[in-house]
């Protein structure tokens, strides 16, 4: 069964270091999303992504925050210059064209020290 | 007002037991719904699509009141691997993007 897949599954990474969060979206989903999910929080919608551009953002995605695909294949996100709160997991998903379900990769969790 | 809001639970259950999840989402535009499992630390997993005329899934029952804005999950014949967090999740409208609730936590025991 196709699956969402993520890199790295942890990251470390120091206050104001830039990070990039990679995902492999399932290969025919035309829709690309990420969401996080702080410690003991629910989680959050911060983009959704179709067509090569973004077609919605929370405002937890402020300028810091940056995506991309890159290729046929990849879908990232980029924090430019992380903060103690960046800390948390961090889910891409993917949908099909005509559903409504979306599937999540496993996830990336990134620390900041 | 939350926009989805589960009770947090913990629901401890034995094996065999049946088990009734409620969630209510605040926004009437909403336009489909869904019930997720997450265990701990992993990724939310689909369970199921929540339709208006209900729908079932082997052990599995998800029901849908719109005039109430709420939804509900059954879960029969409890097993040990049920154990997670369920979460009720919304789609807006748009492209998409869910809204989740906080979870409910079901243990499962022998």
């Known amino acids: 069964e196709p699956e969402v897949t993520q890199t790295p599954s942890h990251q470390v990474t120091q206050m104001g270091q830039e990070v990039i969060l990679r995902c492999v979206p399932i290969?025919?989903?035309?829709?690309f999303y990420w969401y996080r999910q702080i410690l003991g929080q629910k989680v959050e919608f911060l983009v959704s992504f179709y067509n090569n551009e973004i077609s919605e953002k929370s405002e937890i995605f402020d300028d810091q925050f940056s995506v991309e695909r890159p290729d046929g294949s990849n879908f990232t996100l980029k924090i430019r210059s992380t903060k103690l709160e960046d800390s948390a997991m961090y889910f891409c998903a993917s949908r099909e064209g005509r559903a409504v379900e979306q599937y999540f990769g496993p996830g990336t969790r990134l620390t900041v020290t | 007002r939350k926009e989805v809001e589960q009770d947090p639970g913990p629901f401890n259950v034995p094996e065999g037991a049946t088990v009734a999840f409620n969630c209510t989402y605040s926004?009437?535009?909403?336009?489909?719904f869904f019930w997720y499992r997450q265990d701990c630390r992993k990724e939310p997993k689909l369970l199921m699509s929540v339709y208006s005329s209900g729908n079932e899934d082997g052990r599995f029952t998800a029901q849908l009141n719109r005039a109430s804005q709420y939804i509900s999950l059954l879960i029969r014949d409890s097993k040990l691997s049920d154990s997670a967090t369920y979460l009720c999740?919304?789609?807006?409208?748009?492209?998409?993007?869910?809204?989740f609730g906080a979870g409910t936590r079901l243990a499962v025991h022998p």
């Open positions: 999740v919304v789609k807006g409208g748009g492209y998409n993007k869910l809204i």
């Open positions: 290969s025919n989903h035309l829709y």
């Open positions: 926004n009437s535009a909403s336009q489909s």
